[in-house]
């Protein structure tokens, strides 16, 4: 998520910075500095390009920005189970953000109590 957070604060960035045009006809968004080399027509169609008021993308993006970051928030544990057990495997498991790792076989005993263990530690009790 933090990937897909980074993209949009870039893309929020590029709209906040930037005036656009328009083509209504294609459907095609041009920055003014593009608006201005193609003289403010479409380069696709011919047709003249209108301003393109992005408020609303804004408000948008900010909104989504905003509900990531809210969810990044909830630290919710995640313990892998899994039949794979090279070290590859787990630390691509712990490196996405687990907090334990248990392979196949395994104890039923160990792993209530690994997932007991989770619960007390992320309770807010």
């Given at each position: 998520m933090e990937s897909i957070l980074k993209e949009l604060r870039e893309q929020l960035n590029i709209e906040e910075?930037?005036?656009f045009f328009y083509c209504p006809s294609c459907e095609f968004k041009y920055t003014f500095e593009e608006a201005m080399d193609y003289g403010f027509s479409c380069p696709g169609c011919g047709n003249m390009l209108?301003?393109?008021?992005?408020g609303e993308l804004i408000k948008d993006l900010e909104g989504q920005i905003r509900?990531?970051?809210?969810?990044?928030?909830i630290n919710v544990p995640v313990l892998f189970l899994s039949s794979k057990?090279?070290?590859?495997d787990i630390y691509r498991a712990l490196e996405a953000g687990a907090v334990d790792y248990v392979t196949k076989p395994f104890s039923l005993?160990?792993?209530?109590?690994?997932?007991?263990?989770?619960?007390?530690?992320?309770?807010?009790?």
């Open positions: 910075s930037n005036m209108q301003e393109f008021d992005n509900f990531l970051k809210e969810e990044l928030k057990s090279t070290e590859k005993k160990i792993l209530l109590q690994k997932t007991l263990n989770l619960i007390i530690s992320t309770s807010d009790v």
